[in-house]
């Protein structure tokens, strides 16, 4: 996923779940039980949905 995302030129933050209770925390609110779980604008995607990932993140530029 985080090599996908630098290849598309995307900045993200990552969380740990395992080492981070807020974010455990965060990923359960959202009704996740699986990672990871990507936010892009307000839009959730489980798992490495890469036909979905590049829907959301409109076309390749680089």
Known sequence: MKEFLRQKGVDFT????????????????LGFAA???T???G???V????AKLEQLLG????
């Open 14 to 29: 990552e969380k740990d779940v395992a080492a981070d209770d807020a974010a455990f925390d965060e990923v359960m609110r």
């Open 35 to 37: 990672t990871p779980v």
């Open 47 to 50: 798992g490495f949905n890469r």
């Open 39 to 41: 936010i892009i604008d």
């Open 43 to 45: 839009e959730a995607v």
């Open 59 to 62: 076309p390749d530029d680089a």
